[in-house]
């Protein structure tokens, strides 16, 4: 399938591609105005807005058809769970480190999450590195990740040698994530 989001941080420059099915969307703006009298003598106001944010909201399902795919998946989600991570980050730059709450990234899904870029949709981007991910993604702070096994999907069970491993034949994956205007 080409339904592939693609996530990249900006302090390591590393990108996470995950195969994905839209479960929901919601795309939020919200304006901070205030009114402005422009003449006492005819009363008319001016609005003045001072500022406006824009959020994703967006849930996924990420299926595996065996079990070597979900276990890449959850090696994908740790990645983005290490991406994400507030505090203390060190960059691919030698001896740059960033302490931050809020984590910049850029996501690319396809016409719903990008950065406005124009590309044909019969000829979409094709996003093999963090710079192309940076041209063509939206760049974004992420404020929420929450993932979790779809247990009426089922799991994969595999027998190493002294344990039986379960992998997620399906994951559920929520995603907020805050459009920077800087």
Do not use: W
């Not at 993604?137 to 979790?148: A, K």
């Amino acid at each position: 399938t080409d339904n592939i989001i693609y996530i990249g941080s900006h302090i390591s420059q590393r990108v996470v591609a995950l195969k994905a099915f839209l479960d929901s969307y919601d795309f939020k703006v919200t304006k901070n105005s205030q009114q402005m009298m422009i003449n006492s003598f005819s009363n008319r106001k001016q609005v003045i807005e001072s500022e406006a944010k824009m959020s994703f909201t967006i849930a996924l399902n990420i299926p595996a058809h065996s079990y070597n795919e979900s276990r890449n998946n959850l090696a994908k989600i740790a990645e983005l769970q290490r991406m994400i991570a507030p505090g203390t980050i060190e960059s691919s730059e030698k001896g740059v480190f960033v302490n931050s709450s809020k984590v910049l990234m850029s996501v690319f899904f396809k016409n719903l999450l990008n950065s406005g870029e124009y590309f044909s949709p019969f000829n979409a981007p094709s996003i093999n590195d963090f710079a192309t991910l940076k041209t063509y993604g939206v760049i974004v702070y992420c404020l929420n990740v929450n993932y979790q096994p779809d247990l009426d999907a089922g799991f994969f069970q595999v027998a190493d040698l002294d344990a039986d491993f379960m992998f997620p034949k399906n994951i559920k994956l929520n995603l907020t994530l805050e459009v920077c205007h800087e």
